[in-house]
Structure formats: structure tokens, C-alpha cells
């Protein structure tokens, strides 16, 4: 099964707790920022996702979702 995570960067407020829980370094802080004036998360290395969610689970602002890649 292939996965890989959706960041909605509208409402990423960067707090960065996704980063550790993410044992393949899916995710990292990107350099850009939101309307808010927010840096967001975003996925660098979405290949490497295996679905386990906890970058889901942690995240305040419910702005990570991950899909199920249809093989």
C-alpha cells in the first residue's frame, strides 16, 4: 500500500509538532508562509509515507490528512 499526507497550509499555524512524530522524515517546516503570516509545514518526502498517521493525530489544527493511494 502507498500513502502520502495532504497539508492544508491555510490554516498550518508551523507549531512543528508533526516533525518528530514522523519516523520517515516525511515532513519538514517550509521556508514560505501562509496568509497569516504562518511558515507551514509541508511534505518533503512523500514517497517515503507509510500511513501510520501520527503526524494526524498530533496535529492542533487538523491540517494533515493521510490518503490511501488507490494501486
Known amino acids: ?3 502520502h499526507i495532504e497539508i492544508d497550509t ?3 499555524k508551523g ?3 508533526c516533525i518528530p512524530e514522523c ?3 516525511v515532513i519538514e517546516l517550509g521556508d514560505k508562509f501562509n496568509k497569516f503570516s ?3 509545514a509541508i511534505p518533503v518526502r512523500n514517497n517515503d509515507c507509510i500511513g501510520c ?3 494526524a493525530i498530533v496535529c492542533p ?4 490528512k493521510v490518503i ?3 494501486d
Open 1 to 3: 500500500m502507498k500513502f
Open 10 to 12: 491555510d490554516i498550518c
Open 15 to 17: 507549531c512543528g509538532l
Open 23 to 25: 519516523s520517515k522524515n
Open 38 to 40: 504562518w511558515r507551514y
Open 53 to 55: 498517521k501520527r503526524c
Open 61 to 64: 489544527e487538523i491540517a494533515i
Open 68 to 70: 490511501k493511494e488507490d
